[in-house]
Each structure stands twice: as C-alpha cells, then as structure tokens.
C-alpha cells in the first residue's frame, strides 16, 4: 500500500506560480497512474491532472491544460504539479492520488483512486 505525503502549498498572488510535490512511499511512482485532485470550500473534489503509469499520458481538468503541468521523477519517487498563472479560483486544498488502472476513461474519477495524501492548501488572493 502506498503512502503519499503533499507538499509545496501557500499563499501566493493572482498569475503567481507553485509546484506542488507528492512523494510516494511504500510504493514507487512509476508503478501508479498518479493524480492530482483539488477540492474548494463548500464544493466537491474534482480533477485536476493525471499521469499513466505505463506510458506517461497526462490527462488534465476542463481549461487547466496549458496553465498546470504534471510530471513524475521516478528517481525521487515524485510526482509533482506545476501551476502556472494562478487565479483565485484555483483556491482549495490539492490532493495526491494513486491507482494501478492504466484506463484513461477512469483517470479522471475519484472512485478510481484507492490511495490518497492528506492534502496541501492552496491560496490564490486577487
């Protein structure tokens, strides 16, 4: 069973930048299709990036392409996101994910992650 610890929020201003990290323990980053989940105040968890583990397709949420990047160091057992150009809508707690599926059309659904972190806040002021 993996264990996934985040990293890497804060507090930082409208068109800032933050890499968030995911560090994997128990479990190595390059067996999982790994993912990145946010979820704001009052609403529900939603996707925001995937990595496959078999042949490094990224996947990522409704208008995030171009503005957050994921990337995974199989070295540091690592995953990380790269947010880029920051509003204050992409305020919310960010959460690490894993699974074993290598399906894309499951990749952006919660209930195909068995594996979570505990999350890192993320604060984006105007």
């Known amino acids: 069973q993996v264990q996934l610890v985040e990293s890497g929020g804060g507090l930082v201003q409208a068109g800032g930048s933050l890499r968030l990290s995911c560090v994997a323990s128990?479990?190595?980053?390059?067996?999982?299709?790994m993912a990145w989940f946010r979820q704001a105040p009052g609403e529900e968890r939603e996707f925001v990036s995937a990595?496959?583990?078999?042949?490094?397709?990224?996947y990522y949420g409704d208008s995030l392409k171009g503005r957050f990047t994921i990337s995974r160091d199989n070295v540091k057992n690592t995953v990380y996101l790269q947010m880029n150009s920051l509003k204050p809508e992409d305020t919310g707690d960010y959460y690490c994910a894993a699974t074993s599926s290598p399906f894309s059309f499951v990749l952006r659904k919660r209930s195909a992650y068995p594996e979570w972190g505990q999350g890192t806040q993320v604060t984006v002021s105007s």
């Open positions: 128990g479990g190595t980053v390059s067996s999982y299709s």
């Open positions: 990595i496959r583990w078999n042949d490094d397709n990224t």
